[in-house]
């Protein structure tokens, strides 16, 4: 727990210059780094972290190996010189076995047993350990603030099979570490906004059908990292945005039987039913605006019957009359 080797160089880019290239350690989940050996190297972890093994990856008969982290190295020679083409170890890292691949004339398979190298820990050979950044401080990851139990730094012993890594574990906030950009976002500032990538059209346009009164969503532009935990208080980044469908009735024309639609400057109607539009006038059959032997409008008079006069207009039915 909290143990990484990564071969490497130290500068602002990779090197293939095998002078600068070394094999490095971390005690504490990668904030800072050892320099172990130069050159190219092939290593593993066994026994849960019990046994670090390394080998030049090159033509030796040196095999390293260490048993308090890292601290210290052993030096074992093999029977024979042997091109290095790899190591292996059992799924899981449980087992105390490595073993070297690699060309000596022939193929050659070479099984390393640690199972004699040192004692079972005992319990007061174990720490707690927790995840922290460079000041110390602890930190979540993936949403968790766990606490585990590792052997402690420096101690030569195998770990039990059975002892329990992790004794106590709580649940972080979100924070925007917790979230990734979405698919068609990025970041051009480490640590800053996830924002539209070139040619990326945001936000989207409302989708075909859409009716109105009803809400659409699209990205936020980010996405919870999978397999994160973290507890959302102040609201999710990976939420969708919603807003309502916009209202395009003004540019739909629908009518159903019996009913009808007016558009200005038209006139639409259908047996017993009318509509009309400024500028014009309908009448309803039995029915008057103006009274009989009354008068509707400048110059205007209505006689018995049903009549209906607005200035500039005349409309009529049978049995009515209207005059201007």
């Known amino acids: 727990i909290g143990l990484i080797m990564a071969v490497g160089n130290l500068g602002p880019s990779l090197t293939s210059d095998p002078s600068s290239v070394g094999l490095y350690f971390s005690h504490d989940g990668g904030n800072t780094w050892q320099l172990v050996i130069n050159g190219y190297w092939e290593f593993q972890f066994i026994g849960q972290g019990s046994i670090i093994v390394a080998i030049a990856k090159s033509t030796t008969e040196v095999l390293l190996w260490s048993c308090d982290d890292g601290y210290n190295w052993n030096r074992t020679n093999l029977t024979t010189p042997i091109s290095v083409m790899g190591m292996l170890t059992e799924p899981g890292e449980m087992a105390l076995h490595a073993s070297v691949f690699g060309y000596s004339g022939e193929w050659v398979l070479i099984d390393l047993d640690f199972r004699s190298v040192a004692n079972t820990c005992s319990q007061s050979q174990y720490s707690p350990w ?132 007016a558009v200005p400057g038209t006139s639409t109607s259908d047996p017993g039913t009318s509509t009309s539009v400024p500028g014009t006038s309908t009448p309803v059959p039995g029915t008057s605006t103006s009274a009989p032997g009354t008068t509707s409008g400048p110059g205007t008079t209505s006689g018995p019957g049903t009549s209906t006069s607005v200035p500039g207009t005349s409309t009529s039915v049978p049995g009515t009359s209207t005059s201007v």
């Not at 990205?219 to 945005?241: F, H, N």
């Open 130 to 261: 927790q995840q922290s950044n460079q000041r110390g401080d602890p930190v979540c990851v993936l949403g968790e603030m766990v606490v585990y139990q590792r052997r402690s730094l420096g101690v030569c012993c195998l770990v039990d099979q059975d002892h329990t890594l992790q004794i106590n574990m709580s649940s972080c906030l979100c924070s925007v570490d917790d979230f990734e950009c979405d698919v068609g976002f990025e970041r051009p500032i480490l640590d800053g906004p996830c924002v539209p990538m070139e040619g990326y059209k945001y936000p989207p346009p409302p989708p075909t059908n859409c009716p109105y009164g009803t809400n659409y969503s699209y990205t936020s532009g980010y996405r919870r990292i999978s397999g994160d935990r973290c507890i959302a208080t102040d609201g999710d980044l990976s939420q969708p945005v919603e807003v309502p469908c916009p209202n395009n009735s003004s540019s739909i024309c629908s009518s159903l039987p019996g009913t009808s639609t």
